[in-house]
């Protein structure tokens, strides 16, 4: 057992003076297999400590249904890195940011018309409380106080981002307290009056969060806080990508300059990231400040080690900087992982969504367009069908409020799409006494950062034709959750399309699928969705961790929205994030 503690100014562990050196590391976008050697690779560098959020979609997918295994088995993460001697940090939320879909907040919240989160409004506070119920009593006996590693939680995330709630942060940190969390809690904000006044509470630890121009970040931190130590719990050392934009990076002098000027101020630090990992699946996050846009699967962050595990020039430096002010141990390092180019691989067999759509999906019917939420539907595309009785001469058809890209078909054949805060310019004329009008709609990810939170998807207005309203849908989930219904046939078929391809590995290392000719879409590996990709970029390929391939046969399936030169992909040992 040990105490965690600030007296004099500093950190003491059992009465020790301490400096946290810190990086974040989110065990839910690592695969288990490779914690530990993301861990050792922390270790290092010099850093003692690790930071992790905790994803509530993730632990609680369905309302008092929990998971706490495999890819979100947080205890085991956090057991690990106490066997390594770090010592852990824990972001429990119950809303993280991230870059995380919905901020980590459960999809099935938005279930309630009238939900508000991240205040009081005690709908939310009892999701949260139940949720509580069953972490916290995972996480009290990790504490240092019990012989574990945690040495502190925070309470919310950058609250002052988003309100000015002080009776809900209260909220949460009693809710921690008579839990049994007894280590030093603390809150994280930007570095500015109105994010401090927000997002901080009396007599809790207050933290700031920045990229740069540390002097004056810290200068506005002592205004609020004069005797406590400090720091920056969130240094930007890189940053992410959103779909449709430029690869980011920041040049890893640029970096090592900002962490010596903190290191020189006595302050302690934690790297956000220090290894990002992979949003696989459909957990990306999305921004929606002047527009809409979705982050990208891959979360690599220009962090000093990469996506797939690799040191870059960025982790060197940051270790030279680190080396001036504690110990670095560079025999600690793990054996790189091995990355292999597999080649070319032929999806020879297709399913044209046309032909499966009964197969893997039971239409809802409604008057109206239902949103996915209120299917009961967590991620991926819903499709909504209708008929149109004709004639009808040429007309402006206009998806009213889109969540968040919208494929128009007309009797199968593709007319247009339309993305959200976009203009839409598609017109349909029909001919024949009936046509069928199908929308594929696909969740691109939920919000997870600012005053738009509440981000239902689908169709979640109307259909129009012209200024008609049409009416009389039936609405097919699409989650693309289990795929062993399809039947495949070894001829083309009409987009979206499944394609289905195997192909034979005989020892598994980390590799990189290349999507070259292929336009939008999601790859499934063995079952496990590796996540989207989208010719606009900036990412080019598709992280595969090693332990997702099989020795032996493998099976790859892509969904395709709109078009592929032809049905071949190609795994490379190089990743291309653009």
């Avoid at 946290?20 to 861990?39: C, E, Q, T």
């Avoid at 939680?153 to 008579?178: I, P, T």
């Avoid at 891959?298 to 940051?318: I, N, R, W």
């Avoid at 049905?567 to 653009?578: I, M, Q, R």
Wanted: hydrophobic letters at 40%.
């Amino acid at each position: 057992m040990a105490i965690f503690e600030i007296a004099g100014g500093k950190f003491l562990y059992d009465g020790k003076p301490v400096r946290l050196l810190s990086g974040a590391i989110h065990y839910f976008r690592v695969v288990p297999d490779y914690w530990r050697d993301r861990l050792l690779k922390l270790k290092a560098c010099g850093l003692n400590t690790v930071e992790t959020y905790v994803a509530w979609n993730l632990h609680e997918p369905e309302p008092g249904e929990y998971n706490f295994s495999g890819m979100v088995d947080l205890v085991s993460f956090i057991e690990t890195a106490g066997e390594l001697g770090l010592y852990v940090i824990v972001r429990p939320g119950p809303y993280i940011c991230a870059e995380w879909e919905f901020g980590g907040l459960p999809w099935w919240l938005l279930q309630d018309p009238t939900m508000r989160v991240r205040c009081f409004h005690r709908p939310f506070l009892e999701k949260v409380d139940r949720y509580f119920d069953v972490l916290i009593p995972k996480l009290v006996p990790l504490q240092c106080t019990q012989g574990g590693p945690i040495i502190a939680m925070q309470v919310e995330n950058e609250y002052g981002s988003f309100g000015n709630d002080l009776r809900y942060l209260e909220h949460l940190k009693d809710a921690l307290r008579k839990r049994g969390v007894d280590v030093l809690l603390f809150t994280s904000d930007g570095p500015s009056d109105l994010l401090l006044q927000g997002g901080t509470m009396p007599f809790i630890f207050k933290t700031v969060n920045f990229g740069s121009s540390p002097k004056e970040a810290f200068a506005k931190l002592k205004e609020y806080q004069p005797d406590k130590p400090l720091v920056c719990m969130e240094y930007w050392n890189g940053w992410y990508d959103q779909w449709g934009e430029e690869h980011r990076t920041r040049p890893p002098e640029e970096a090592a300059a900002v962490l010596d000027e903190m290191l020189q101020l006595g302050a302690s630090v934690n790297f956000y990231m220090f290894h990002g990992g992979t949003n696989f699946g459909f957990y990306n996050g999305a921004g929606c400040r002047e527009k809409y846009l979705p982050t990208v699967t891959s979360y690599d962050y220009d962090a000093p080690v990469s996506e797939s595990g690799d040191l870059t020039e960025k982790y060197f430096q940051v270790r030279d900087v680190i080396a001036k002010y504690a110990p670095v141990d560079p025999d600690l390092l793990p054996q790189p992982i091995p990355k292999k180019a597999y080649g070319k691989v032929e999806l020879t067999q297709q399913a044209s969504l046309w032909d499966a759509v009964d197969q893997i999906s039971k239409p809802v019917f409604s008057t109206y367009p239902e949103t996915m939420e209120n299917l009961g539907q967590d991620y991926g595309f819903v499709l909504y069908r209708t008929e149109l009785s004709g004639p009808i001469p040429e007309a402006e058809l206009y998806i009213q409020e889109p969540r968040d890209r919208a494929l128009v078909y007309l009797d199968g054949e593709f007319r247009g799409a339309a993305m959200r805060d976009e203009p839409q310019n598609i017109t349909i004329a029909v001919t024949s006494e009936v046509a069928q009008l199908d929308i594929l709609v696909e969740n691109m990810g939920r919000i997870n950062y600012g005053p738009h939170l509440l981000d239902r998807k689908g169709i979640t207005c109307g259909v129009r034709l012209n200024n008609q309203f049409q009416f009389s849908w039936a609405c097919y989930p699409l989650p693309l959750k289990d795929l062993s219904a399809l039947k495949f046939q070894e001829k083309p078929g009409k987009l979206p399309a499944f394609f289905r391809g195997t192909f034979e590995v005989d020892e598994a290392a980390d590799t990189f699928l290349a999507l070259e000719g292929w336009t939008k879409g999601v790859v499934f590996l063995n079952g496990f969705n590796l996540g989207r990709y989208w010719k606009i970029g900036p990412t080019k390929t598709l992280y595969v961790p090693g332990p997702l391939l099989r020795q032996g046969e493998n099976e790859l399936i892509v969904f395709e929205l709109e078009g592929a030169e032809e049905p071949v992909v190609e795994f490379v040992d190089k990743a291309n994030l653009g």
